[in-house]
């Protein structure tokens, strides 16, 4: 199986060491800061004015330190895109590595999710929520120091209600996870469904179903709304936690400073110290909170990455392959060089065992070698159901894959041998864009473009699924065209009748 890149590594380890030592250096400043605020409250209540050295200090401190939180930041920036990044490469990687099949299986939806609400997660909780932690643990316990060197008998008035604030802030924790699980599921819900239904909205409405979505879409929009409440009310209530603990502890110390003449320098300052010491316990329940959503995605990831992936290892032969295909029930060799159609009892099946062939997708009941190899695959062009065309150039389209890339007298060779003039005209020449894909071209023009790439690529192996040839009344003299311009040998697999006559066609019982 594979695994979640490791928080700690490359790059990220030095952010990991950097942000703590700069809650260590922030903690010492504030401590300064604290005992400048003493003085200055001192020198007040004996009627003098603060000594320019105690004022130089409380700007200087007050400047250090919220230089060191804005450097902390940007570096709690970078491991939190560190991490998202290696993470989305991961994800890719294992995803390209799985059968189409297995991923044909899966919603794009919900798969598009993982490289939009997970990503953002682990950044969240990479580059905020485990930095605040790291910063809290270094910033709390000086605080604790600073005020025990202020006056000891501080520490114990203000730290009953301090602990028992990060107690209750424990508790309310415990239950975050689940409300934000719910709240989750309910916002992928939602967004999965309209990543479905906006592409046939238009559709949709012609049967009359515009009402019956947009009532659907209320119901679930208010259910979403009752669960981002639920869940805001209780990572609200962890932030406020703090705040509520601060002000009884500030009321502790007054208690204490009347009861044991503690000088009010001492009192002003400890006070301050207190109320910066509320940012950092703010911090760790926002921290959770971005805990809490990170374990939801970790979770989805990790099933994701259970599926089965196997990158695909291709090695160039330079020649016309060999194939053959074994199963229980039958066994079947096609020659290198030749023309070959596979009739299956149905499409659906012969189009299954094209992605076999072309090493798109395996089975255990079928065993494909190329010259009696299993492994490495040879240069293998696919023209399967969809065509395979990203938005961009046309050059980009037709050269999609092929390093290096043709020159563009032979790209305009290929285009024309399958009478694509018209498509590169339209377009403005090589460097016109497609701007909407493959939806701007017909379904003859894309399996042209697939055609001309095949030719370009110079395979070993060309492998077709018939029903995109059936979309060009031209099909029989495609294949003789990609025939007479490549060496490939090239099989093509269709359903219960030969097509193409200048093929040798092989019928397969099991399929």
């Known amino acids: 199986m594979s695994k979640l890149p490791r928080p700690i590594d490359g790059d990220r380890i030095s952010d990991v060491v950097l942000i703590p030592f700069f809650g260590i250096l922030q903690a010492i400043a504030l401590g300064f800061g604290a005992f400048a605020t003493r003085e200055a409250f001192t020198a007040l209540h004996d009627g003098r004015i603060p000594d320019i050295a105690t004022l130089s200090v409380l700007i200087l401190t007050g400047v250090i330190a919220a230089g060191l939180q804005w450097i902390a930041r940007i570096r709690s920036e970078a491991l939190g895109q560190s991490y998202a990044a290696d993470l989305r490469i991961c994800l890719y990687t294992h995803l390209a590595g799985m059968s189409r099949d297995t991923l044909s299986a899966r919603r794009i939806g919900a798969l598009s999710l993982r490289f939009v609400g997970d990503l953002s997660a682990a ?7 485990l930095p605040r932690i790291l910063a809290a643990m270094m910033i709390l316990p000086g605080a604790a120091i600073v005020l025990w060197l202020l006056d000891p008998r501080i520490v114990f008035a203000g730290a009953a209600p301090i602990l028992i604030s990060l107690t209750l802030m424990i508790c309310l924790a415990i239950g975050l996870e689940a409300r934000h699980r719910s709240l989750r599921g309910r916002r992928a819900n939602i967004s999965i469904t309209m990543m479905e239904r906006i ?78 010491l509320v940012l950092p316990m703010r911090e760790l329940a926002g921290a959770w909170d971005q805990y809490c959503a990170w374990r939801i995605a970790r979770e989805k990831a990790l099933r994701l990455l259970s599926n089965p992936s196997k990158p695909r290892r291709s090695l160039r032969r330079e020649n016309a392959v060999t194939v053959q295909v074994r199963a229980s029930e ?28 072309g090493g798109l997708d395996h089975t255990d009941d079928v065993t494909v070698t190329y010259n009696h190899q299993v492994a490495p695959l040879p240069a293998i062009a696919f023209i399967g159901e969809r065509p395979t065309i990203l938005q961009g150039s046309l050059r980009r389209a037709v050269t999609l894959g092929l390093s290096p890339r043709p020159s563009d007298r032979k790209i305009k060779r290929a285009l024309g041998a399958f009478d694509l003039q018209d498509v590169l005209d339209a377009v403005g020449g090589l460097k016109g864009r497609l701007r909407e894909g493959a939806r701007e071209l017909s379904a003859s023009e894309t399996l042209r473009l697939d055609l001309a790439r095949a030719v370009l690529a110079r395979p070993d192996l060309i492998v077709i699924d018939t029903s995109r040839l059936t979309a060009d009344p031209e099909s029989v003299k495609l294949v003789d065209t990609l025939h007479d311009q490549t060496n490939a040998t090239i099989v093509i697999a269709g359903d219960q009748t030969p097509t193409f006559s200048n093929a040798r066609a092989i019928a397969l019982n099991c399929c």
Request: charged share 20%.
């Open 330 to 357: 039958m066994s079947v060799e096609i020659s290198a060089g030749q023309i070959t159609e596979l009739v299956g009892r149905t499409r659906r099946h012969a189009s299954a065992l094209a992605a076999v062939i």
């Open 123 to 129: 950044r969240n909780w990479f580059g905020l929520g």
């Open 199 to 276: 592409a046939v909205s238009p559709e949709l409405d012609l049967m009359g179903r515009t009402e019956r979505e947009l009532s659907d879409l209320r119901k679930n929009s208010q259910s979403l709304r009752q669960h981002a409440i639920a869940r805001n009310t209780r990572s609200g209530l962890l932030r406020t936690v703090p705040q509520i603990g601060a002000a009884v502890a500030g009321v502790a110390l007054f208690w204490v400073a009347g009861r044991h003449g503690i000088a009010p320098g001492t009192i002003a300052a400890a006070l301050a110290f207190l109320t910066i």
